[in-house]
């Protein structure tokens, strides 16, 4: 089992103090620096080819190795990114994390017809298998479905407020992209999240839907929590299909069922602190990771903290999570 830490604790979409300094290269390159000083080897990168709304725009144009693009402005060539990190300290960039919301604002952006969502999709995929398959990476992550607010705005006529076959046509999408992406010695992997449309235990349908040769699971542990799902369970059940498993936290309980509503990680009502740092929440991170341990897990661990208020202090309190906090885990085994 790998330990690694993803670049999206870095929350680039509020404007807060220090924000203009996030969007600068020299920023990212102490953090690179600073991962791998914090004992992580491996990173997990967003992908967002679709740049059109305004805060999209931002990240794209930043020193966030967001899109190829970015990383050719920034840094010269994939190549020379992956130098960089390597002279960083950084080993591996593990995978990148597609998300179908990305393409759906997208569509609402550029004021596109609902159905071009799938086609959004595919293209930011198959995009960023390139990419991995440039910089040496194995696994690409995908939630590959958008909020449910948003879902309803577009695809309105479900029982759950989207059309019917939706979900189904969707699972077709990915198990013909995890076919491509095999192709490239690519590994794709779905994640939920609790906004979306395979939120909690609903993951288990879905992902029986999914082809296990060429598509795996990837649990985010905070999303499942806050969806009222139980983390241990869910990883235990579908233990033989596991990759890049997201450990993270939340102490939030969705009584206002943020999860129906746009936006559901900045509540409008309620508490305002979704996630918290690895380590400070409920979710029961030890009792996963002994699950992992139990059934032989050798593949990367991405740890996140996300929307953390410090980045640099989540970096260390997670490093020590990972050297003492899940300790506990094995104790007596």
Known sequence: ???????????????????????????????????????????EMP?????????????????????RYSI????????????????????????????????????????????????????????????????????????????????????GGGDRGYAPGFLARIAELVNRLGEAAAASGIRLSVRNEFWSLTRGGEIDAFLHQLDSRHVGYSPDLAHLAIADADPVEIVRRHKGRLSAVRFSDTFFRDVERNFEKPNPEIPVVGPQRVFCDLGDGRVDIAGVYRVLK????????????KKTLNVYKALLKMRWSVDHGFAKATRGA
């Open 72 to 155: 050719k402005t920034k840094y010269g060539s994939v190549r020379e990114f992956v130098e960089l990190l390597r002279e960083s300290g950084i080993e591996e960039i593990t995978g990148v994390h597609v998300s179908a919301n990305d393409a759906m604002i997208e569509v609402m952006s550029t004021f596109r017809q609902p159905y071009h969502l799938f086609g959004l999709i595919e293209q930011a995929v198959l995009e960023a298998v390139e990419f991995l398959a440039e910089c040496g990476g194995r696994t690409q992550v995908l939630s590959p479905t958008p909020e449910i607010g948003l879902a309803d705005r577009l695809f």
């Open 47 to 67: 992908y967002n080819p679709f740049m059109t709304d305004g805060i999209a725009f931002n990240m794209g144009r930043s020193g966030m190795p967001i899109n």
């Open 294 to 305: 139990e059934s032989g897990y050798d593949g990367w661990v991405i740890c996140e903290s």
């Open 1 to 43: 089992m790998k330990f690694g830490c993803s670049l999206e604790m870095v929350n680039m979409r509020i404007s807060e103090p220090g924000f203009k300094h996030k969007l600068s290269k020299s920023y990212w390159v102490e953090l690179y620096q600073l991962i791998a000083a914090a004992g992580f080897k491996g990173i």
